[in-house]
């Protein structure tokens, strides 16, 4: 009876002291580390990029195809290939007319939105330079390879107003989760 008594006794000692702690740690939790200060919306904003289905958020700005050409050649093209059509990074154009396992995906018969497209190349592209790219060179660029995949013709010019009309091939095969949210 008195081993019963103490293992029982240890056993609540035990769980007293993981409660205390417990209760300490979250006390500790809520004060915080009290490390750094909090971020002010000038902070903020240089990451605060995102650009929606319909263009919100859409910078100001605007490119052609034309002059997009010479920006995906030297900025682009030694991952994407000549005319983007791969190399070591994915092909941007052709590509089967939905996307598959197997059969890659392309801009064209993948990418729902061409608004999505800006928003990527303008937050990570060039791959050794994310965010290097001005507005008028990620709309450009933007232009290029919406012009090569027959998206757009080469004379459009792409600015806030124009993207979000551009009707990608593939967007009635997406099924949004929540719609209410775009």
Excluded at 91 to 116: E, F, M, Q
Aim: proline content about 8%; charged content about 15%.
């Amino acid at each position: 009876m008195s081993m019963r008594n103490a293992w029982l006794n240890s056993l609540l000692g035990t769980l007293a002291l993981a409660l205390a702690s417990s209760l300490a740690s979250t006390v500790a939790f809520a004060d915080g580390p009290k490390l750094g200060k909090p971020i002010t919306a000038q902070e903020i904003a240089p990451w605060d990029i995102h650009i929606m289905p319909d263009g919100s958020g859409l910078p100001a700005g605007s490119g052609t195809s034309t002059q997009g050409a010479p920006i995906f050649a030297q900025k682009c093209a030694a991952c994407h290939g000549e005319g983007a059509k791969g190399g070591q990074s994915a092909a941007l154009v052709g590509g089967p007319p939905r996307a598959s396992l197997d059969g890659g995906k392309t801009i064209p018969n993948y990418w729902p939105h061409a608004t999505t497209l800006f928003d990527f190349i303008r937050r990570a592209m060039p791959y050794q330079a994310p965010k290097s790219l001005t507005d008028n060179e990620v709309y450009a660029v933007t232009a290029y390879i919406l012009a090569l995949n027959k998206l757009i013709g080469e004379t459009d010019v792409v600015d806030a107003q124009s993207l979000p009309k551009v009707k990608m091939p593939n967007r009635e095969n997406f099924i949004i989760r929540f719609p209410d949210r775009i």
